[in-house]
C-alpha cells in the first residue's frame, strides 16, 4: 500500500527555531535558522519514511472554535518570537517550491487539518509527522505518528501497539484520558483531583469518558465526587482536546506526489538561503549519493560551516524504525 506523510509545519518551525542558534544567517545577514532546521528535518522525514504522497498543514494566526468556547484555551502561552514570525512566509516558500500543498483553514488548528486528511486517506498507509503528542490519538492500524529527534532524543514512531504500551487503553480514548486529567500546555483545565493513574485506571475498567460518567455509582465516594461536581468541565476539556476530522476542505491526492517538483527552482532558493549542503538531500534524481561530492565542496550554508548530521533512523528503544 502507498504511504502519505501528514507534516504539521508549525510544529516542525517551532522545534528547529529553538534546535538552531540566531547565528545561522545569510550573507546578507538573513536570520535563517527556523528555515534552516525545518528543511533539514523535512528532507530527513522524506529520506526516512520514503512516502510517495506528502501534505503540509499550517495554523493560521486567528482564533479558532476552540478559543471561542474557552478564553484560556492555550492563553497562557507567550507571543511567537519575532524572529521565528519573519521566517514563516519562507518556510511556506520552501514548501510550495517542493510543490507540496500546503492546508490552512480559519477557525481550526493544522491538527484538525492533520486528522481530517487521515481519515479520507482509507487507501493509503499515512504517517503523521510532528512534536505534538495530541496527534496521538489520531493513531489506527493504518496510521502512525512520527516525531523527530530532537537534542539527544531519537526519532520515534508510535503505532497502536506502542502507544497501548505505554497508555493501556486505544489511541481514540486519548481524548477521554485529556479530559479527566487536563493539559497544562494547552490550558485544557480537565477535572481537578484526578491525576493520571486515577484517569488510567478508570478508563481501563470503563472506557470513554461517557461510560465513567455512566457507572459514577461503581466509584468510590471521593472520585465520584469530583467527576459530579466537575462534569461540565470534564466535557468542555473532551471538546478542547478532541481533534476534529471532519474539516471542510478539499484534496487532491495526485497534486501531493512528493516527487512532482522543478528542481532547478528547488536548488535556485537553496542557493539564495545558502542552504548548500541542503541540495544533496533532495528527494528524487540526483539525490544523496550523486550530490555528496557538491555538499562537502561546498564552503560555507546557512552563512556557517555545518555538518550534515548522519541519519538516524533508530526508535527511542534502538531498534529500526518499522514503517508498515
Known amino acids: 500500500m502507498e504511504r502519505l506523510v ?57 482564533p479558532t472554535f476552540r478559543h471561542r468556547k474557552y478564553k484560556a484555551y492555550k492563553a497562557h502561552r507567550p507571543k511567537i518570537d519575532q524572529e521565528l514570525k519573519e521566517q514563516i512566509p519562507r518556510a511556506h516558500q520552501i514548501v510550495e517550491t517542493l510543490n507540496i500543498p500546503i492546508f490552512e483553514v480559519e477557525g481550526y488548528e493544522a491538527d484538525d487539518v492533520i486528522g481530517t486528511l487521515a481519515g479520507n486517506s482509507q487507501t493509503l498507509k499515512t504517517i503523521i509527522v510532528t512534536g505534538d503528542k495530541d496527534a496521538l490519538q489520531l493513531i489506527n492500524n493504518r496510521v502512525k505518528v512520527f516525531m523527530p529527534g530532537r537534542g539527544k532524543r531519537p526519532a520515534r514512531m508510535v503505532d497502536r501497539k506502542a502507544f497501548l504500551k505505554e497508555y493501556s487503553f486505544e489511541p481514540r480514548l486519548l481524548v477521554d484520558y485529556k479530559a479527566l486529567v487536563g493539559d497544562p500546555s494547552d490550558a485544557i483545565p480537565g477535572v481537578k483531583g484526578i491525576g493520571p493513574k486515577t484517569a488510567t485506571k478508570l478508563i481501563v475498567k470503563f472506557g470513554s469518558l461517557r461510560d465513567i460518567y455512566d457507572n459514577l455509582d461503581r466509584l468510590d465516594v471521593k472520585t465520584r465526587q469530583r467527576l459530579t461536581n466537575q462534569e461540565e468541565q470534564a466535557k468542555l476539556s473532551y471538546k478542547l482536546a478532541q481533534i476534529i476530522t471532519q474539516v471542510p476542505l478539499e484534496f487532491n491526492l495526485e497534486k501531493s506526489r512528493l516527487l512532482d517538483y522543478d528542481r532547478q527552482k528547488v536548488e535556485a532558493l537553496f542557493e539564495e538561503l545558502e542552504f548548500r549542503t541542503l541540495m544533496a538531500r533532495l528527494p528524487g534524481e540526483g539525490g544523496d549519493r550523486d550530490n555528496q561530492v557538491k555538499a562537502r565542496n561546498s564552503k560555507f550554508t546557512c552563512g556557517k560551516n555545518i555538518a550534515s548530521k548522519p541519519t538516524n533512523t533508530k526508535t527511542e528503544e534502538g531498534n529500526q524504525m518499522e514503517l508498515f
Do not use: C
Open 6 to 62: 501528514l507534516i504539521d509545519g508549525n510544529a516542525l518551525l517551532h522545534r528547529a527555531y529553538h534546535a538552531y542558534p540566531q547565528t545561522l544567517r545569510t550573507g546578507k545577514g538573513e536570520l535563517t535558522n527556523a528555515v534552516y532546521g525545518f528543511t533539514s528535518i523535512l528532507l530527513t522525514v522524506f529520506r526516512q519514511l520514503k512516502p510517495k504522497y506528502a501534505v503540509m498543514a499550517f495554523d493560521l494566526p486567528k
